[in-house]
């Protein structure tokens, strides 16, 4: 799947979010500890998946001009 970093990435900063809301919610600082290093995560991710997809795409594109 051509969006799947990008995907699971948004994922686990909807995760991460969750639990540092939750852990501050409940105060457990190791929760929302957790939650930041996934959000963080996530985001990272999601950043490679759109530049994995942006280099495949530019090669595509660089691909149809050569064969036109």
Do not use: F
């Amino acid at each position: 799947m051509r969006y799947e970093d990008e995907v699971k990435g948004k994922g686990k900063q909807v995760i991460g979010s969750t639990k540092e809301h939750l852990g501050k919610l409940v105060g457990d600082h190791d929760l929302e500890e957790s939650g930041k290093l996934d959000h963080a995560e996530g985001t990272v991710q999601e950043t490679v998946g759109k530049a994995k997809r942006k280099v495949g795409e530019a090669i595509e594109d660089l691909g149809d001009r050569i064969a036109s």
